[in-house]
C-alpha cells in the first residue's frame, strides 16, 4: 500500500482557500486506475467524501460541494492538492487523503489526516 | 440522496464477544458496499469490499455480508485491538458515496 501524507495549514480565514497537499509513495501517481481524493471528518462527527480526481484527471466531487473544490495533481512531483474555497467554520474538520483503486468506489489507503480550523 | 443506517450507534462487547454490526441503504446498492474501521485519533482502514471481500491483512475473524439494502459486518471473537468505531460506505457509485453514521464498539 502506498504512502499518503497530508500537508498544509492548520488555520485558515473565514472566507478565504483552505488548500492542502498530499504526498504519495509509489512509482507513479498517474497510474492507470488511481483515483485521488479527499475525505474530511469534523470533531467529534463522522465522514464526508469531498472529492477524487482520476488517473486522465477526471475530478469526482461531491454535489453540494462541487462548486468550491478543485483537486488538481503533479505527477512528477507525486503529489496532489485540495483547494476549498469560500471556507466557513463548517468546514472545520480533520482532512484526510485517500486513494481509491479498483471496481468499487472504497478507499485503500489513507493519510494520517490533518486538522484545519477555520476561523475569523 | 442515498441514506446509510447504521445499527446499534454503539455496542458494549467483552474480549471474545462476537459482535454484529448492520447497515441498511436507502435504495439497492447490489453488492457494492464496504466497511471501515477507524481507532481513535487515526485515520479509518478499509476492512471488506464488495460486501464480503476482505481486504489484504486483515485478520479472518472480520466478515462481511448481504445485498440490496441490507448488509452485515461480524467480527466473530472480538479482540483488544478491535475497540473502535465502524462506518459502512456504498461503493457502486461516485454519485452514492456517503458514509454510515458510524458503530462504535466499547469495551463492556
Known amino acids: 500500500q502506498p504512502l499518503l501524507q497530508e500537508s498544509g495549514p492548520g488555520l485558515v480565514k473565514t472566507s478565504e482557500t483552505l488548500s492542502l497537499t498530499c504526498s504519495v509513495s509509489v512509482d507513479s501517481i498517474s497510474s492507470r486506475g488511481f483515483y485521488w481524493g479527499w475525505i474530511r471528518q469534523p470533531p467529534g462527527k463522522g465522514l464526508e467524501w469531498i472529492g477524487s480526481v482520476s488517473y486522465t484527471g477526471f475530478l469526482y466531487s461531491k454535489p453540494s460541494l462541487e462548486s468550491r473544490v478543485t483537486i488538481s495533481v503533479d505527477s512528477p512531483k507525486k503529489k496532489f492538492t485540495l483547494r476549498l474555497t469560500s471556507v466557513t467554520a463548517a468546514d472545520t474538520a480533520v482532512y484526510y487523503c485517500?486513494?481509491?483503486f479498483g471496481s468499487g468506489w472504497h478507499f485503500d489507503s489513507w493519510g494520517q489526516g490533518i486538522l484545519v480550523t477555520v476561523s475569523s | 440522496d442515498i441514506q446509510m443506517t447504521q445499527s446499534p450507534s454503539s455496542v458494549s462487547a467483552s474480549v471474545g464477544d462476537k459482535v454484529t454490526i448492520t447497515c441498511r441503504a436507502s435504495?439497492?446498492?447490489?453488492?457494492?458496499l464496504a466497511w471501515y474501521q477507524q481507532k481513535p485519533g487515526k485515520a479509518p482502514s478499509l476492512l471488506i469490499y464488495?460486501?464480503?471481500t476482505l481486504q489484504s491483512g486483515v485478520p479472518s475473524r472480520f466478515s462481511g455480508g448481504g445485498s440490496g439494502t441490507d448488509f452485515i459486518l461480524t467480527i466473530s471473537s472480538l479482540q483488544p485491538e478491535d475497540f473502535a468505531t465502524y462506518y459502512c460506505q456504498p461503493t457502486g457509485s461516485f454519485s452514492l458515496i456517503t458514509f454510515g453514521g458510524g458503530t462504535k464498539v466499547e469495551i463492556k
Open positions: 435504495q439497492d446498492v447490489s453488492n457494492w
Open positions: 485517500a486513494r481509491r
Open positions: 464488495d460486501a464480503s
